[in-house]
């Protein structure tokens, strides 16, 4: 159906498919007609947040009826002490996808480009789109490497021009849950020009660093043009209140500070995020419940002789060796929601994230169902 407005529209805009989020289970039962759904879609935590987290969040909804501190200081300053940095490093976010689109907000526009990784996470082109610049896209590794579809260094490299402003980086990434390792991702970031900003995307920092990746803001006060992104929606649980930050040099926070909405970070989701820093029994317990879930979903799936991807996140990207849609159907017939991730280009793929041992179970129990009737 055509827009009667889409012509007004600035450039980028026009066509641009929007972030599709994963399914409710409210939705998927009031489709259906079923009950006591569950929801592996979207890489929450399936502890929720840690109880100190509970308790700021209690005691901060009676300020909600004011607005939040704009510079967000007490979140920063502890954040600021976490990573030893100076506290004009930190630049809050909504959620660690309003960091990245801030960076696009700032450092893209039509006359300049942005490099990211084949399968790469879909907020990457989607603000690359909206800013009008030109995404230029790194073949991912093949298939049969070691990292199945994850980044090529070599490819990125290739792929970084004199327009290039960005350059986006996941370790691990999303979808596929692969990652460079230590030795290979310091060595494109040392290889990438200097006037490039090189975005390293740390959502599943948390849980990958027990796999041995490295911690990306060790390297900020060598390399200037590094912005390492962290968010609090994974391991610490608050994907419900939208926190994220950048760990950046002083002077690129003071320019995405100039686009970022001043109260882009609620009364309670300051406070929660704070509290939750604090809280890292919840964080070791979260590591633990999803190591043992990686190793469950794995066992399981490939006994149905389902392919499975390396992941050092809280996901995992099986490859069914046919077309995904019809299994994802039959799994939600039972109750399951897991990720079909055909817009990434990965149509015989399914993402399923970690959940509660049961939820493992069910899940495995449902796609062996829906193999057995031959979906």
Known sequence: MSNRFESLAAPGIRGLVPYVPGKPPEELERELGITGSIKLASNENPLGPGP?????????????????????????????????????????????????????????????????????????????????ARARVAAARPSDHPMPLGHDPAAILAMIGPRTRLVFLANPNNPTGTWLTGTELRSLVRAIPPDVIVVLDEAYHEYSIGEGLPDGTAWLADHPNLVVVRTFSKAYGLAGLRVGYALSHPDVAELLNRVRQPFNVSVVGLAAAAAALDDREHVAATVALNRQGLQRLREGLLALGIKVLPSAANFVLCDLGRPAAPVNEALQRRGVIVRPVANYGLPDHLRISTGTAAQNERVIEAMRAALAEGA
């Open 52 to 132: 100190h987290a509970r308790a700021a969040i209690v005691a901060a909804a009676a300020g909600a009826g004011m607005y939040p501190d704009g510079s967000g200081h007490v979140l920063r300053s502890r954040l600021a002490r976490r990573h030893r940095v100076a506290i004009g490093q930190v630049t809050l976010g909504n959620g660690s996808n309003d960091v990245l689109v801030l960076l696009a907000e700032t450092f893209l526009t039509p006359e300049f480009e942005a490099v990211y990784s084949q399968y790469a996470f879909a907020v990457y082109p989607i603000a690359v789109q909206a800013s009008g």
